[in-house]
């Protein structure tokens, strides 16, 4: 059955194939052409003033994992104490052995440990404005907007909770608007994937064919990519090439998270993507937490994407095998990629405000607590541990 792709991409597909409208942008048109408009307050699209919010934490424990080739950290923000877990093996021979226990008895851990990886993609800051909301809840209880958030502090405070809000700090940095909202095709384009030399915007899936994005070829490098040119989401992974991808799977390998999310934008409404090179049953569990997350979503009158059906790797080519394939195999977490809508201008993309962005951001971690607290819950009781039971998940 042919994998069904989310709109954006086969809009995006259609403006590739005709060369007639391949667009052609100039970085000081990108720059006139950013909306006139005021970000609202809880807005966050800049990595400058991270570190001092980070010095800031009360109930957090904050750690630098990485610097980026612009001399950028990447700090892990965690909440909940690491629990000791015997470890025998990593996760790929584990699996060899034919029990992943050796790598980590994750049912004897008395919370789940759920893992939040922050746009890899610099131009994809919902993921970080909603990290950031996410932290100041469990900090005060409150989001970005001074909203008390009840339970999205409850759930999270029966997790350990680990946070990378910004995975490619460089090219966040490097994105002027701050935010994709109100933006025709061409214009977000451009910030998202650059430009050829020629000024002809490095449409998908072009924009992929060389990589790292250096050398003659290349006009304005774009936001997917750090200050070396490589998209974190599709490095070496086997031989690095970038330090962002490795930091987050080193913290993946040490801590055996349950559940993991690469968070990404896009035009269309939200959607929960099926995982690339994970067993079925992998991506059968992400396929209900995207249900869970959809009903959420539609509760409260938000939009939703539909659900992915599972479905074995085939094709020529095939799927790639990006960051989150590597985060299941580095550490058997069930891991997939979160898009949000960015809010494109145009008919035919997910129309929605600031306010909508945050609360799409906020339904979705509160769908993951609650389905990693009743998963776990689950996992205890099959296996006899102490403390399974009901999960009272509301």
């Given at each position: 059955?042919?994998?069904?792709?989310?709109?954006?991409?086969?809009?995006?597909?259609?403006?590739?194939?005709?060369?007639?409208?391949?667009?052609?942008?100039?970085?000081?048109?990108?720059?006139?052409?950013?909306?006139?408009?005021?970000?609202?307050?809880?807005?966050?699209?800049?990595?400058?003033?991270?570190?001092?919010?980070?010095?800031?934490?009360?109930?957090?424990?904050?750690?630098?994992?990485?610097?980026?080739p612009g001399g950028r950290p990447l700090h892990l923000i965690a909440y909940g104490q690491k629990e000791r877990c015997p470890r025998h093996a990593n996760f790929?021979?584990?699996?060899?052995?034919?029990?992943?226990?050796?790598?980590?008895?994750?049912?004897?851990?008395q919370k789940p440990v759920v893992y939040f990886v922050g746009p890899v993609h610099g131009h994809e800051v919902e993921g970080l404005t909603g990290l950031v909301?996410?932290?100041?809840?469990?900090?005060?209880?409150?989001?970005?907007?001074?909203?008390?958030q009840p339970e999205l502090r409850r759930l999270g405070d029966r997790c350990r909770l680990l946070i990378v809000p910004a995975g490619n700090p460089d090219g966040?940095?490097?994105?002027?608007?701050?935010?994709?909202?109100?933006?025709?095709?061409?214009?977000?384009?451009?910030?998202?994937?650059?430009?050829?030399?020629?000024?002809?915007?490095?449409?998908?899936?072009?924009?992929?064919?060389?990589?790292?994005?250096?050398?003659?070829?290349?006009?304005?490098?774009?936001?997917?990519?750090?200050?070396?040119?490589?998209?974190?989401?599709?490095?070496?992974?086997?031989?690095?090439?970038?330090?962002?991808?490795?930091?987050?799977?080193?913290?993946?390998?040490?801590?055996?998270?349950?559940?993991?999310?690469?968070?990404?934008?896009?035009?269309?409404?939200?959607?929960?993507?099926?995982?690339?090179?994970?067993?079925?049953?992998?991506?059968?569990?992400?396929?209900?937490?995207?249900?869970?997350?959809?009903?959420?979503?539609?509760?409260?009158?938000?939009?939703?994407?539909?659900?992915?059906?599972?479905?074995?790797?085939?094709?020529?080519?095939?799927?790639?095998?990006?960051?989150?394939?590597?985060?299941?195999?580095?550490?058997?977490?069930?891991?997939?990629?979160?898009?949000?809508?960015?809010?494109?201008?145009?008919?035919?993309?997910?129309?929605?405000?600031?306010?909508?962005?945050?609360?799409?951001?906020?339904?979705?971690?509160?769908?993951?607590?609650?389905?990693?607290?009743?998963?776990?819950?689950?996992?205890?009781?099959?296996?006899?541990?102490?403390?399974?039971?009901?999960?009272?998940?509301?």
């Amino acid at each position: 059955m042919k994998k069904a792709r989310p709109l954006v991409v086969l809009l995006l597909a259609a403006a590739t194939a005709a060369g007639a409208e391949k667009p052609k942008v100039t970085y000081d048109e990108a720059r006139r052409r950013i909306p006139v408009r005021s970000l609202p307050a809880f807005w966050i699209g800049d990595v400058a003033d991270l570190p001092g919010r980070w010095a800031k934490l009360t109930r957090a424990e904050v750690r630098r994992i990485a610097v980026s080739p612009g001399g950028r950290p990447l700090h892990l923000i965690a909440y909940g104490q690491k629990e000791r877990c015997p470890r025998h093996a990593n996760f790929n021979s584990a699996i060899g052995g034919r029990d992943p226990t050796a790598y980590m008895d994750k049912a004897s851990r008395q919370k789940p440990v759920v893992y939040f990886v922050g746009p890899v993609h610099g131009h994809e800051v919902e993921g970080l404005t909603g990290l950031v909301s996410l932290i100041q809840v469990m900090e005060t209880g409150r989001d970005l907007r001074g909203r008390a958030q009840p339970e999205l502090r409850r759930l999270g405070d029966r997790c350990r909770l680990l946070i990378v809000p910004a995975g490619n700090p460089d090219g966040i940095a490097r994105f002027e608007p701050r935010a994709i909202h109100g933006m025709p095709l061409d214009v977000f384009q451009f910030w998202a994937m650059g430009t050829w030399s020629d000024d002809t915007v490095a449409m998908w899936p072009d924009s992929k064919r060389q990589h790292p994005r250096t050398g003659p070829r290349v006009g304005y490098l774009g936001c997917y990519f750090n200050d070396a040119g490589i998209n974190p989401m599709h490095d070496e992974f086997f031989v690095p090439m970038g330090p962002e991808a490795p930091a987050i799977l080193k913290v993946a390998m040490q801590e055996g998270p349950d559940l993991a999310v690469s968070l990404h934008s896009h035009g269309s409404a939200p959607a929960l993507l099926r995982p690339a090179y994970v067993p079925l049953e992998v991506q059968d569990e992400v396929r209900r937490l995207a249900l869970r997350c959809y009903g959420l979503l539609e509760k409260r009158g938000l939009p939703r994407g539909g659900a992915f059906r599972p479905a074995p790797e085939q094709g020529n080519p095939p799927a790639p095998f990006n960051l989150v394939s590597a985060l299941y195999h580095i550490s058997g977490a069930t891991a997939f990629t979160f898009e949000c809508p960015h809010g494109v201008a145009g008919e035919k993309y997910s129309q929605v405000t600031f306010e909508q962005i945050l609360d799409i951001q906020l339904t979705l971690y509160e769908a993951m607590l609650q389905h990693a607290v009743e998963e776990h819950s689950r996992l205890q009781a099959a296996n006899g541990l102490r403390g399974a039971g009901s999960p009272t998940v509301r």
